[in-house]
């Protein structure tokens, strides 16, 4: 198995980085397009200022991390693992976490308009002032999530959402996924 540590810098543009062991990984104001990598293990990543695009991880951990600032356009992250990390201020499109496991892991100021959380599992999770506006949720277990200050207009998967703690300032914007999800019918008059 190859492995990448503060003894040099890592080379993400290698030829195949499957199987691979990312420790201590530091990005700052780096650009990574189109990476794919299967088996993947990050541990003790920094990511602050970059912007990854297209990235896709599959079967991966990512263990005692930090995303700060870092633009996710279309990267998947999919049957893996997030543990112990932290992700603020980062705006996202079309992010998903689709079939992962995610614990202890707290997002801070951040924009996630339609995430993809599909099947996921939340396992300590807290969202803060984030916009989960048109997010998936469908098939996702909660152990343990707690959403604060959070934008959850036009979600899918609210039932889903069972267990979890939400201000009761969301609640407005969650209760039409909520009534839908539900069967409930509405009349104006």
Do not use: W
């Not at 990854?52 to 992250?77: E, F, K, Q």
């Not at 339609?114 to 300590?124: L, N, Q, R, S």
């Amino acid at each position: 198995m190859a492995t990448v540590s503060d003894d040099g810098p890592a080379d993400l543009d290698g030829p195949n980085l499957d199987d691979t062991d990312l420790d201590d990984l530091a990005l700052t104001g780096e650009r990574v397009v189109g990476l794919e990598i299967e088996r993947v293990s990050i541990t003790g990543a920094n990511i602050d200022g970059s912007d990854l695009s297209g990235v896709v991880l599959s079967s991966y951990a990512v263990r005692r991390s930090t995303v700060i600032r870092t633009r996710l356009r279309d990267c998947i992250l999919a049957g893996g693992i997030v543990q112990d990390t932290e992700v603020t201020e980062c705006p996202t499109e079309r992010l998903s976490f689709r079939f992962s496991t995610l614990q202890r892991a707290t997002f801070t100021d951040c924009q996630l308009p339609g995430a993809d959380f599909y099947g996921v599992v939340f396992d300590k999770v807290t969202f803060t002032r984030c916009d989960l506006s048109g997010a998936h949720f469908d098939s996702a277990t909660v152990k343990e999530l707690v959403l604060q200050s959070c934008t959850l207009l036009g979600v899918t998967g609210a039932l889903s959402l069972r267990g979890a703690v939400v201000d009761l300032d969301d609640l407005p914007g969650l209760a039409p996924s909520l009534a839908r999800e539900a069967g409930l019918k509405f009349s104006v008059e």
